[in-house]
């Protein structure tokens, strides 16, 4: 697996009406390794390193806007459009990297929040060893693999709930893996409702994982594409 390294400084300038990436023209060892390279890639806020916001203030509405509605989509798209000519993934492999202020609360669901939307891998940055509260923000459910084409996927902390659409591949044989962290649904007391072309069991090797699969006789009986849905939220 090839790395390629860049900083959000460099891929979050805006010129021109579009944003500096990374400045690869392709991944190391060309062409034959876009199918195995994954871009690695940082975020933090500029503007919040360049004038930190004191002891346990939340962030300006005005920064907040900055970082959030400008900085942090910016970044993120800017990594799908290398992706377009690089080929291969994208990993999420440092944000967080805060205390447990207000600002670190706000940037770190900002984060997480992104990840899902733009549908990235993502590592905290930071100590987290005896942080219940860090570890209880960071402990969401998520899709270990899709068996499909992804279209959509959230996790809403505040209401503990999980949404999941793909386009199901009929090529590929093994189901849709689904993590869901005990620390957030202990004795699995969740609930989970999937449309009417697939079908759901916990795996038997980890009873904190969901496998979900087609339902072969609706799947095989559409000929054009069949979107799958799930939907997880804690028992009432």
Wanted: aromatic fraction near 12%; hydrophobic fraction near 40%; charged fraction near 15%.
């Amino acid at each position: 697996m090839s790395i390629l390294n860049i900083s959000s400084f460099l891929i979050s300038v805006r010129l021109n009406g579009k944003y500096f990436g990374t400045g690869f023209t392709k991944v190391p060892g060309g062409d034959d390794y876009r199918n195995r390279s994954v871009l690695s890639y940082h975020y933090y806020c500029i503007i919040l390193s360049l004038i930190p916001v004191p002891g346990n203030v939340t962030i300006p509405v005005y920064d907040r806007l900055l970082c959030d509605d400008v900085e942090g989509p910016a970044l993120f798209r800017s990594v799908q459009n290398d992706l377009i000519q690089l080929g291969g993934s994208a990993f999420l492999t440092e944000f967080g990297g805060c205390d447990d202020s207000p600002t670190c609360d706000e940037q770190l669901n900002w984060g997480l929040d992104g990840a899902d939307q733009f549908l990235q891998s993502w590592a905290f940055w930071g100590d987290v060893l005896g942080l219940n509260k860090t570890i209880n923000r960071i402990a969401r459910i998520y899709a270990h693999a899709i068996a499909g084409k992804p279209l959509a996927m959230q996790y809403i902390a505040a209401q503990r709930t999980f949404y999941l659409s793909y386009y199901l591949d009929p090529n590929i044989n093994q189901p849709t893996e689904i993590y869901v962290p005990s620390i957030q649904f202990p004795q699995q007391s969740y609930n989970v409702t999937v449309n009417s072309a697939l079908k759901w069991r916990v795996d038997p090797t980890n009873v904190n994982i969901i496998l979900v699969e087609p339902n072969e006789q609706l799947v095989k009986s559409k000929e054009q594409a069949v979107i799958g849905t799930i939907d997880i939220r804690p028992k009432m």
